[in-house]
């Protein structure tokens, strides 16, 4: 505690010490663990590949804050927003979902970070038509979901449309969500269409698993046989975790809120297995806060980490690991405040190397960098730059492209009444 307050204090003056980095342990803790391999030391495929995620030591100065710049995205009519949809394929390159306004859909782009290009990937409201399953007046508005990859050398995500629901829980969105896969060729395959807006996707080995709105419909889909299954984790009225989390064993964790005897409302994460059979249930202290549950984000940034373990934060900025066994439930502990000074808005997260996270925090009106070293469970905070972008949110982003640069992403003002979409490159300090 004694440590923790110290560079709380450091943070509040925006300076990091010499002495406030003396606390934390020597260099040798920050080396990344070796990948594990996803099918056991046979398989050709790594844990890195199958997460989507790049693992690489941490720069020689971890706690500097990274370089930004910003990376156009290409302006389409109603293009408004990235909610999180980023993605990276087995070549490197980074994938943005982009949300528009308006009966329009939804569409994937492309960036090849070496190339400095950007590539059009498809319309989610073209493809449903050209697929024969758009009904009328059908519209998928959103990807609010990642793009993972899956054990098949394809790539999915989930798109939404948010048109007739209320916000209260009590209807349904009218067109529902649907999953997708694209192949390495850029073939969209449609497979599973669900009443539920799908906001959330992550894969699991041979599974990926979505999440629904309302009532967090936890989906898990087979790779190889396409067959799907169902399973109604729990929530209350109209909140939704924007995010859920995977490991490669095959199992998925997803928030459940209820409300007890007396009225109050209690936050546990519930571990799945592929068959969608409850295995375990663990309180989330920090999950819940005072204000009303539709408007609290659940699960926000999350991260996997070179050895199998699994970070998260919550809406309120709590930072949780998820360590599993080789046999029996994970364990889930509560790591403490991912920012020194206490709660705030984790929206981001990434593997700086094997103990080490990073991420983009909005505390108050600012957005800070972050750098947490699990064993010490010890926080730095700096300020981020954000360019003079004026009325900006980073929504948050798990992706990295080969040479570590990492992207978040998010919505700025267009100048004329609304907002674009948004997408920063961090590079790390060398």
Do not use: C
Not at 15 to 41: H, K
Not at 104 to 130: C, I, M, N, Y
Request: a positive charge; charged letters at 20%; zero cysteines.
């Amino acid at each position: 505690m004694v440590v923790t307050r110290m560079i709380s204090l450091q943070a509040r003056r925006r300076v990091v010490t010499g002495a406030a980095l003396a606390l934390l342990p020597a260099r040798a803790a920050f080396a990344a663990d070796p990948p594990a391999r996803a099918g056991g030391p046979e398989s050709a495929v790594s844990f890195a590949e199958l997460t989507g995620s790049l693992f690489l030591p941490p720069p020689s100065e971890p706690f500097r804050a990274p370089a930004v710049r910003e990376i156009a995205v290409p302006q389409f009519e109603g293009a408004n927003a990235i909610w999180g949809a980023t993605g990276r394929d087995a070549h490197g390159r980074i994938w943005f979902g982009v949300s528009v306004s308006g009966r329009r859909g939804a569409r994937l782009l492309q960036f090849d970070p070496s190339a400095q290009v950007w590539s059009e990937r498809g319309d989610v409201t073209e493809h449903l038509k050209s697929a024969g399953l758009a009904r009328a007046e059908e519209n998928q508005a959103k990807i609010h979901s990642r793009i993972v990859p899956g054990a098949d050398a394809r790539l999915y995500f989930a798109s939404m449309d948010e048109r007739g629901e209320r916000e209260d829980g009590s209807a349904l969105p009218t067109w529902g969500g649907h999953l997708w896969r694209i192949d390495p060729a850029g073939r969209w395959e449609h497979l599973l269409h669900t009443p539920e807006a799908l906001i959330a996707v992550s894969p699991a080995g041979r599974r990926v698993f979505a999440l629904g709105y309302w009532g967090h419909a936890l989906y898990s889909y087979d790779t190889r046989d396409g067959k799907a299954r169902r399973a109604t984790v729990g929530s209350v009225g109209g909140h939704i975790s924007r995010n859920f989390v995977t490991d490669a064993r095959g199992h998925a964790y997803v928030p459940r809120v209820a409300r007890t005897a007396d009225g109050t409302l209690s936050a546990s994460l519930v571990e799945y297995d592929g068959e969608l059979r409850e295995i375990a249930a663990t309180p989330l202290e920090h999950y819940l806060g005072t204000g009303a549950p539709e408007k609290n984000h659940g699960i926000t940034g999350h991260a996997w980490l070179p050895d199998g373990r699994i970070a998260f934060t919550t809406a309120r900025g709590h930072l949780y690991l998820v360590t599993p066994q080789r046999d029996g439930p994970s364990r889930v502990e509560p790591l403490g405040w991912f920012h020194p000074e206490g709660e705030s808005y984790a929206p981001s997260l990434f593997a700086y190397g094997g103990t080490v996270l990073a991420g983009v925090v909005r505390q108050r009106s600012r957005f800070d960098w972050v750098v947490f070293e699990v064993r010490s469970r010890i926080g730095i905070a700096q300020p981020l730059d954000t360019l003079g972008l004026r009325n900006v949110l980073l929504y948050g982003s798990v992706s990295r492209d080969d040479a570590g640069r990492m992207y978040v992403v998010g919505w700025a003002s267009n100048g004329r009444g609304g907002q674009r979409p948004l997408a920063l490159q961090l590079t790390p300090p060398a």
